[in-house]
T-cell receptor, first 112, second 109 residues
Framework: EAQVTQNPRYLITVTGKKLTVTCSQN?????MSWYRQDPGLGLRQIYY???????DKGDVPEGYKVSRKEKRNFPLILESPSPNQTSLYFC???????????FGPGTRLTVT | EDQVTQSPEALRLQEGESSSLNCSYT??????LFWYRQDPGKGPEFLFT???AGEEKEKERLKATLTKKESFLHITAPKPEDSATYLC??????????FGAGTTVTVRA
């Protein structure tokens, strides 16, 4: 079954404690992306990757890091989380930049 | 800067009452317009892709259309299970994807 998985699904943490949200896909897709979704602001892109070892900033990259060492995985790293990073995060993948994206189930992050 | 505006923000319908959602956009070269459905607490689910003005796509009670400035998602004879937030997104020449804020549809039995 084609799927995008994210872990953890829910996370409550404290300011400054480094965390990683994992994203994995089994569709052999080239393109992967991270979004955050906030009420009234919609989905905003954080980072994206067109292929292994190729990443680029989206609209709201500040405070986040990513890496793409293997095709199937695209982790999102928050080195020093702050309360304004409390949000619902989605990983998405697509065959390439021209095709539709498929989204993971989401990770709800709360930073206190 | 690419902009995507969806209206209305919320729509309450009676079961069987057809209606339309609007997605207006300004983009530097359209490389595709996408419609997604999102249920509360879940990831968006892909519905349609439209590439050029005049194109139409259908799936069950949903039909998407595209002009040079906007797209419509028509819901015909909706059922309660059609209740969801519908998101519109556009991809521009630089392959960046920009989302609208969505329209939340509630269908009452």
């Amino acid at each position: 079954e084609a799927q995008v998985t994210q872990n953890p699904r829910y996370l409550i943490t404290v300011t400054g404690k480094k965390l990683t949200v994992t994203c994995s896909q089994n569709m052999n897709h080239e393109y992967m992306s991270w979004y955050r979704q906030d009420p009234g602001l919609g989905l905003r892109q954080i980072y994206y990757s067109m292929n292994v070892e190729v990443t680029d900033k989206g609209d709201v990259p500040e405070g986040y890091k990513v890496s793409r060492k293997e095709k199937r995985n695209f982790p999102l790293i928050l080195e020093s989380p702050s309360p304004n990073q409390t949000s619902l995060y989605f990983c998405a993948t697509s065959r390439d930049t021209t095709y539709e994206q498929y989204f993971g189930p989401g990770t709800r992050l709360t930073v206190t | 800067e690419d902009q995507v505006t969806q209206s209305p923000e919320a729509l309450r319908l009676q079961e069987g009452e057809s209606s339309s959602l609007n997605c207006s956009y300004t983009v530097s070269g359209l490389r595709g317009l996408f419609w997604y459905r999102q249920d509360p607490g879940k990831g968006p689910e892909f519905l349609f892709t439209l590439y050029s003005a005049g194109e139409e796509k259908e799936k069950e009670r949903l039909k998407a259309t595209l002009t040079k400035k906007e797209s419509f998602l028509h819901i015909t004879a909706p059922k309660p299970e059609d209740s969801a937030t519908y998101l519109c997104a556009v991809r521009s020449n630089d392959y960046k994807l920009s989302f609208g804020a969505g329209t939340t549809v509630t269908v009452r039995a």
